[in-house]
């Protein structure tokens, strides 16, 4: 049974910084890709970041040179490291496990497994 353990999140001024951790377990992890989405109370869950297995990443323009999706293999651990944070970057975050065999991926039907999501709150 796959798990997956988000942690980090938390409060930070505009501007700041936080890293994401998703630690997963009952799987292979490097045969994986993986990926970060977030989401707000009435909204669909948005793409915000995927890393394959080979270490490729992909991101939406939203994020794109802030963000910064990398992984552990030996931790079984993916990791999102966000910088220059803005109030609109407030929301749920939540990783997931790829279900594609190929990359990149980035639709909610690409990935399988979830976890229980992190709330990342950006003031301003």
């Known amino acids: 049974q796959v798990q997956l353990v988000e942690s980090g999140g938390g409060l930070v001024q505009a501007g700041g910084s936080l890293r994401l951790s998703c630690a997963a377990s009952?799987?292979?992890?490097?045969?994986?890709?993986m990926g970060w989405f977030r989401q707000t109370p009435g909204k669909e869950r948005e793409f915000v970041a995927a890393?394959?297995?080979?270490?490729?990443?992909y991101y939406p323009d939203s994020v794109k040179g802030r963000f910064t999706i990398s992984r552990d293999n030996a931790k079984n651990t993916v990791y999102l490291q966000m910088n220059t944070l803005k109030s609109e970057d407030t929301a749920v975050y939540y990783c997931?496990?790829?279900?594609?065999?190929?990359?990149?991926?980035?639709?909610?039907?690409?990935?399988?497994?979830w976890g229980q999501g992190t709330q990342v709150t950006v003031s301003s």
């Open positions: 009952g799987l292979t992890f490097r045969t994986y890709a």
């Open positions: 890393i394959g297995w080979s270490g490729a990443t």
């Open positions: 997931a496990v790829g279900s594609r065999g190929y990359f990149p991926i980035r639709k909610i039907e690409d990935f399988g497994s």
